[in-house]
Nanobody, 125 residues
């Protein structure tokens, strides 16, 4: 079992930045792909970004490419999501997720085994 705790959400004006953090505990952090997903009101949970355990490759949904950066610090059991140039349409609850490493990585939410409780991001226009 892997426990995930997110932090760093909040209210920010359009164009601003936030950095989300997710600390993992329980079973070893190693051997797990890590990802960020989000769910806006009335919408399904969607993939945002992921980082592979295997080789550190990163993956992004098209709408955040060039603005968001995912990274991981294996020594701290922590994954980050740096969000720049935030837009009102980025408003959502952001969830950290972990999955046993897969090759190739699987990005659909239903494939991820462990989830955090979520942190809310609100971007005002």
């Amino acid at each position: 079992q892997v426990q995930l705790v997110e932090s760093g959400g909040g209210l920010v004006q359009a164009g601003g930045s936030l950095r989300l953090s997710c600390v993992a505990s329980g079973r070893t952090f190693s051997g797990h792909d890590m990802g960020w997903f989000r769910q806006a009101p009335g919408k399904e949970r969607e993939f945002v970004a992921a980082i592979s355990w295997y080789d550190g490759s990163t993956y992004y949904t098209d709408s955040v490419k060039g603005r968001f950066t995912i990274s991981r610090d294996n020594a701290k059991n922590t994954v980050y999501l740096r969000m720049n140039g935030l837009k009102p349409e980025d408003t959502a609850v952001y969830y950290c997720a972990a999955s046993i490493m897969r090759l190739p990585i699987v990005l659909r939410p239903t494939a991820w085994e462990y989830w955090g409780q979520g942190t809310r991001v609100t971007v005002s226009s």
